[in-house]
């Protein structure tokens, strides 16, 4: 039955019943403006629906019974008992006594649900316990433009749809007599979406709520800043973030309490970040469709399907992601999904709206290990045996998708879908008995310049390689050595900006290496490199500005972090213009400023017969230029 709409005395009764239904919850939307009056909420006629109004009328359905009025008199004791909620989109001081605003708090407090969306945080400010039960006053609106919002709990039933952040074009509030520590936070600006220069912005902690909730005495409070055009009116993702926010405040039986916060995710030295290993659990991670992982000692293994099992907790726009997998047998069937903006409870979605790297069998083809399922194969498949683990790893830059398996480059695809979204592990129906198992999954996030993704040296060839001056670097079991010396063995591709990462480790803190950047071609003269272009060098013992991590001769390292002999350590190099930042194993180790050219090759030394360096998993990420 659809819903009757009767013009009564100034107000709009919404959703009629007839026969011997349920009861449905009953809510009162007030949108009164005794300030400023929004478009959304700005009748034709008095007895005409507003816009507002009628989205949420046609969104609501059967589920509430909603009474839509502008009148303040609503605010009474007798008649605000006949409501199950209340929803405020207001604006000012409304024209009630203190008794009429007293009756809406002890309607709450005895347990009531309140929903404020957008302006009903600029109302009521001569009484401040009206800020204090909804969270927070506005304090001003610096940006009315698209903007990209985080989804702080994705488990909460007003975002749970939203995935880790999306995008919506709307007007965005900051507040006052606002605290994270009053309210629970559900939705928040992603502050790199937007001019943090412009006029207007007062909150020094740059922290910009956008959804909230929390209880309040026997009843809830709901808070949605978004709301303001016409457009998101008609926006499902915030009808359905509306509705359920209001859903929840009538939800008594279910605790009220915020859920505690996400757990703590320290990176490693190459800057990752654990999603699923022994320390952190499955923290953050849920379930879509049938079947599940069993989870034992930091390992996952699918059990039944067809279903995703993904990372809820946020989004990731740029990224490296890396985790072992092994199988059970050949046929053992899953997939690695990245950038799925949504899951909304089906599977299904993640297939449509995102990108599966596929793992099942070993011949290269669109639907076997290392595609991008039914898009694009392999151009090999490195895969172990059943039973063993394997690496996998999946770069993410822009439209671009770089596949690596046991460390050799295999597959480099450009896609036209979301750039940013979710991580999941496909749980799939499987063969049989066969199964796939996962672990130490980890996520590197990538900086928004990030313009593509290369891989130097995957541990197969060196065509793309030459080497000048004496000795040289050998490559075995996917390792570069360096031999004899003075010689440098460089890359045959220029970069201009761009990060560096690579591994390498020593025999003895003595011997002697280095990396150098923006050099141009040396032909076969190693002292172009050191004329030309600057040398992050490689030797614990070396004196003032020629020590690890120092720009060789033109600045020293601030300290040395390595590792002990034998060790891996890890180089991150950052090049932006003029400036070189310098990490090693995690750790900042130097920033200079230089003045050689801004463009030019990355080569490896081979200082001398008595130094033994060696080098793996050389990559680069080049950047965007201004």
Not at 457 to 467: E, P, Q, V
Request: hydrophobic residues 35%; contains cysteine.
């Amino acid at each position: 039955m659809r819903p009757l709409v009767v013009a009564v005395l100034g107000f709009v009764l919404i959703g009629i019943t007839a026969g011997k239904e349920e009861p449905k919850p009953r809510i009162l939307f007030l949108t009164h403006s005794a300030g400023y009056v929004h478009s959304v909420v700005r009748r034709p006629e008095p007895e005409q629906l507003s816009h507002a109004e009628k989205q949420l009328l046609e969104a609501a359905g059967e589920r509430f019974e909603i009474v839509a009025s502008q009148d303040a008199g609503y605010l009474q004791p007798d008649r605000l008992a006949a409501f199950d909620a209340v929803v405020f989109y207001t604006t000012g001081e409304l024209p009630v006594d203190d008794a009429a605003k007293a009756a809406l708090i002890d309607f709450v407090k005895q347990g009531g649900g309140f929903v404020g969306s957008h302006c009903a945080t600029d109302t009521f400010y001569e009484y401040p316990l009206y800020g204090e039960m909804l969270g927070g006053y506005f304090d001003g609106h610096p940006w009315n433009q698209p903007v990209r919002v985080r989804v702080e709990d994705a488990t909460h039933p007003a975002t749970k749809h939203l995935g880790g952040a999306f995008e919506i074009h709307d007007e965005i509030y900051q507040f006052k007599s606002w605290s994270r520590e009053d309210v629970h936070v559900l939705l928040s600006l992603d502050t790199d979406s937007v001019d943090m220069t412009k006029k207007g912005i007062k909150r020094e902690d740059n922290d910009f709520a956008i959804a909230w909730c929390k209880p309040y005495g026997k009843g809830r409070v709901f808070y949605t800043a978004l709301g303001h055009h016409k457009h998101v009116w008609k926006d499902a993702r915030f009808l359905t973030h509306l509705l359920e926010g209001l859903a929840w405040t009538l939800d008594t039986d279910a605790p009220a309490e915020p859920r505690p916060a996400p757990i703590e995710r320290t990176p490693d030295a190459q800057g990752f970040l654990p999603l699923f290993d022994a320390d952190v659990g499955t923290a953050g991670w849920r379930q879509a469709g049938p079947g599940r992982f069993a989870v034992k000692d930091g390992i996952a293994t699918a059990d039944g399907g067809m279903g995703l099992w993904y990372f809820a907790e946020r989004s990731f726009r740029n990224f490296t992601l890396r985790l072992d997998f092994k199988q059970n047998t050949w046929q053992a069937n899953s997939g690695v999904f990245v950038r799925f903006p949504r899951v909304d409870g089906d599977p299904w979605i993640p297939v449509e709206e995102g990108y599966e790297i596929q793992i099942q069998g070993a011949v290269p083809s669109k639907s076997n290990t290392g595609s991008i399922y039914t898009f694009q194969a392999p151009t090999h498949v490195p895969i172990r045996p059943p039973g063993e683990w394997n690496a996998l790893e999946v770069t993410c830059i822009g439209q671009e998708y770089v596949v690596r398996l046991n460390g050799a480059l295999i597959n480099r695809f450009t896609g036209e879908r979301a750039t940013e979204g979710m991580i999941g592990l496909q749980n799939h129906q499987g063969w049989k008995d066969s199964a796939v198992a996962f672990r130490n999954v980890r996520i590197k996030e990538l900086p928004e310049d990030a313009a593509s993704y290369h891989v130097l040296y995957d541990g197969s060839t060196l065509d793309d390689w030459k080497m000048c001056g004496p000795g040289g670097v050998r490559a075995v079991d996917g390792l570069l050595t360096t031999e004899g010396g003075m010689g440098m063995l460089w890359h045959k591709q220029p970069f201009q900006d761009f990060i560096l990462y690579l591994d390498w480790r020593v025999d003895r803190p003595r011997d002697n290496s280095g990396i150098f950047v923006r050099f141009p071609d040396p032909g076969d003269d190693p002292w172009v490199a050191v004329k030309g272009g600057y040398e992050i060098q490689i030797q614990d013992v070396g004196g003032p500005k020629q020590r690890t991590g120092s720009i060789y001769d033109f600045r020293d390292a601030q300290w040395v972090p390595t590792h002990v002999p034998g060790r891996w350590n890890h180089y991150e190099i950052e090049v932006r213009g003029q400036r070189y930042r310098v990490k090693v194993n995690g750790k900042l180790v130097n920033e200079f400023v230089g003045e050689r050219a801004l463009e030019g090759f990355i080569g490896l030394q081979n200082h001398d017969p008595e130094s033994r360096v060696q080098f793996k998993d050389l990559r680069v990420v080049s950047l965007k230029r201004d």
